[in-house]
C-alpha cells in the first residue's frame, strides 16, 4: 500500500524518511500504561523494540518519551457514559500532548471514522487504528501471540503500514484496511460476543424450563465449529450475562451509532435488554449452578462475566 512517487503522501514529511536518513530503528512510545498498554510494552520490550511508556497517573510523565519516539501508540480508556455515548475525552488528551510528525497507532477502541477525523485534525502525524483482542486475564500473552493482527489506516498514513506492521506480534492471519473498517470490525466483534452471551442465557432458562440439561445441549452444539463453546456457559465468572469494560460499552456504542446513521441494530438491542435484565437480577442469585464445560472452555475475564477480548 505505498503510495506512488510524486505522491503527496510520499514526501519527505514521513516518519519512514526521517527514521531512514538517521539509520536507526524506529522508537516507540505508549501513552496509557494500562492492561492494554502494559502488555504492548511486554511485546516491545521482549522484542528488542526501544520503548517508553507515557501515563502520568502513574508516574510516567517524563514527556521526553513521546517527544523522542516515532511511533506513538495510544492505549487510553473511551467509556461510554449513558445519555452521552462515546468518549473520547482521553484520546483526544492524549493526540494533543503529541509534538512534532509521528506515526500515531490508536488501540483505543473508538467510533469509525474517528483516525479518519484526527489525521484531517492533525494533518502533520500520520494516524492508524490497530484494534486489540486480548483477554484482561491473559493480556500479555494475548498481545504475544494474537490471532490476528488488524492495522486500519488512512490515505495519508498508508504509505506507513510497512513500518508499523512489522513491529507487531506475528499473527496467523494479518490485514492491513482502511480506518474505518479496522475500527467497525473491533465494535462489530465484540458485539456479536454480547449477542451469544444473551442467547445463550434465554436457551438456559428455556432449557431449565422444559427441564432439560442445557450442559448437554450446550455441548452438542459447541461441537459445530461454525458456533463453539466461547461465550456459552451462563454462569461464567459466577454471574449472568456479561459486563466488565468492553462487551457493554461497546455493544450500546454500535446502537448509537446505527441511530445516528438512520438505522437500527434490533438483534443487539434485544441483546442489551436481556442483559440489563440478567444484571439486574444478580443479587438473587445465591449459588449458581455451572453447566458442564465442552472441550472449547469458554475465555472469561470479568467478575460480572463473559469479556473474551478487551480494548
Not at 456479536?192 to 452438542?220: P, Q, T
Not at 475475564?301 to 463473559?306: A, P, R, S
Request: net charge neutral; hydrophobic share 40%; charged share 25%.
Amino acid at each position: 500500500m505505498d503510495p506512488v512517487a510524486g505522491s503527496p503522501h510520499s514526501s519527505g514529511n514521513s516518519v519512514r524518511s526521517d527514521i531512514v536518513r538517521s539509520h536507526s530503528k524506529p522508537k516507540v512510545c505508549i501513552i496509557g500504561d494500562g492492561v492494554v498498554g502494559g502488555a504492548l510494552r511486554a511485546w516491545f520490550e521482549h522484542s528488542g523494540t526501544s520503548v517508553r511508556a507515557y501515563d502520568p497517573p502513574k508516574g510516567l510523565d517524563d514527556a521526553t518519551a513521546i517527544a523522542d519516539a516515532h511511533v506513538v501508540f495510544i492505549c487510553v480508556p473511551t467509556p461510554y457514559a449513558a445519555g452521552a455515548g462515546f468518549d473520547d475525552r482521553h484520546l483526544m488528551d492524549a493526540v494533543q500532548r503529541i509534538p512534532g510528525k509521528k506515526i500515531v497507532v490508536i488501540k483505543s477502541t473508538v467510533r469509525p471514522g474517528t483516525t479518519d477525523r484526527l489525521q484531517r485534525e492533525f494533518p502533520q502525524h500520520r494516524f492508524m487504528f490497530n484494534p486489540e483482542f486480548l483477554r484482561e486475564a491473559s493480556a500479555v500473552e494475548d498481545t504475544m501471540h494474537p490471532d490476528r493482527q488488524i492495522l486500519g489506516c488512512t490515505d495519508a498514513s498508508a504509505g506507513e503500514t510497512g513500518l508499523v506492521m512489522p513491529l507487531l506480534p506475528p499473527a496467523p492471519v494479518t490485514r492491513v484496511c482502511s480506518a474505518r473498517e479496522a475500527e467497525m470490525s473491533k465494535y462489530v466483534a465484540n458485539s456479536f460476543l454480547a449477542i451469544k452471551v444473551s442467547f445463550s442465557n434465554e436457551v438456559y432458562d428455556l432449557c431449565e424450563r422444559l427441564a432439560i440439561d442445557y450442559g448437554v445441549v450446550r455441548e452438542i452444539v459447541a461441537a459445530d465449529p461454525r458456533i463453539g463453546a466461547s461465550h456459552t456457559d451462563v454462569f461464567d465468572g459466577g454471574y449472568r450475562g456479561y459486563g466488565g469494560k468492553c462487551l457493554p460499552k461497546d455493544s450500546k456504542a454500535l446502537i448509537d451509532l446505527a441511530q445516528s446513521a438512520g438505522t437500527d441494530m434490533f438483534v443487539l438491542r434485544a441483546s442489551d435488554a436481556v442483559n440489563t435484565i440478567l444484571l439486574g437480577t444478580q443479587r438473587t442469585t445465591l449459588k449458581p449452578r455451572r453447566a458442564p464445560a465442552p472441550a472449547e472452555q469458554d475465555d472469561a475475564v470479568t467478575d460480572t462475566g463473559h469479556e473474551r477480548r478487551a480494548a
